[in-house]
């Protein structure tokens, strides 16, 4: 699997986007890039995938580049709750199917 | 909204023990894994499990390690003989076709402190 590029820890503020990238410059053709988030030290929680095309769902929006070298994962109005380690992982869906978690990005959402 | 659940939340056992750790998976899902986080470090795949058996392992899962799908359920790891470095949040996790379309659901953990 791709190797992925966070940065460890973002602020925003409670109401704003929180906007964190992702760098996965060595993904292939049949690599998704998944985004799962952990909050304090619950079990890792499931956001978004996507392939090429940018997805929206009811949590979050996955952008991605042209190139798919790297990535955004969007909310759209942080709250409180959404303060957490976000992961972004990339796999070859119905390849292996063990997740690989990198250390995340810290995001801490700011009343 | 369907959960994967676990129990005991929390057991603390004496090295060398068995412990054994069990999952509730989501009804209608498929596929079934075991995630350990030692405290402060990254989120490691154990093992996952489908159609009654071991269809990818890691390196960790070694043969202290076995799961078990014992009734149509539960779904339970067992570590034969603990140790101190087994000390960690040990999650659960479900999904419906290999985590392509909806992702995994994973468990709330059992954190298990050797001692």
């Known amino acids: 699997d791709a190797k992925t590029t966070q940065p460890t820890s973002m602020d925003c503020a409670e109401g704003r986007a929180a906007n964190l990238p992702c760098n996965h410059s060595?993904?292939?053709?049949?690599?998704?890039v998944y985004w799962y988030r952990q909050i304090h030290s619950q079990g890792p929680q499931y956001i978004i995938h996507?392939?090429?095309n940018n997805e929206t769902n009811e949590m979050a929006s996955l952008i991605i580049t042209e190139d798919r070298k790297s990535s955004t994962l969007i909310l759209p109005h942080a709250t409180l709750r959404d303060t957490a380690v976000y992961y972004c992982?990339?796999?070859?869906?119905?390849?292996?199917?063990?997740?690989?978690f990198g250390k995340g990005t810290k995001l801490t959402v700011n009343p | 909204e369907p959960e994967v659940t676990q129990t005991p939340s929390h057991q603390v056992t004496q090295m060398g023990q068995e412990v054994i750790l069990r999952c509730v998976p989501i009804?209608?899902?498929?596929?079934f894994y075991w995630y350990r986080q030692i405290l402060g470090q990254k989120v490691e795949f154990l093992v996952s499990?489908?159609?009654?058996?071991?269809?990818?392992k890691s390196e960790i899962f070694d043969d202290q390690f076995s799961v078990e799908r014992p009734d149509g359920s539960n779904f339970t790891l067992k570590i034969r003989s603990t140790k101190l470095e087994d000390s960690a949040m040990y999650f659960c996790?479900?999904?419906?076709?290999?985590?392509?379309?909806?992702?995994?659901?994973f468990g709330s953990g059992t954190r298990l402190t050797v001692v």
């Open positions: 996507g392939l090429k």
């Open positions: 992982i990339v796999r070859v869906a119905g390849g292996s199917e063990k997740l690989v």
């Open positions: 499990f489908y159609n009654n058996e071991i269809s990818e």
């Open positions: 996790a479900s999904s419906k076709n290999r985590g392509r379309i909806y992702g995994y659901t």
């Open positions: 009804s209608n899902h498929l596929y």
């Open positions: 060595t993904i292939s053709g049949n690599e998704y």
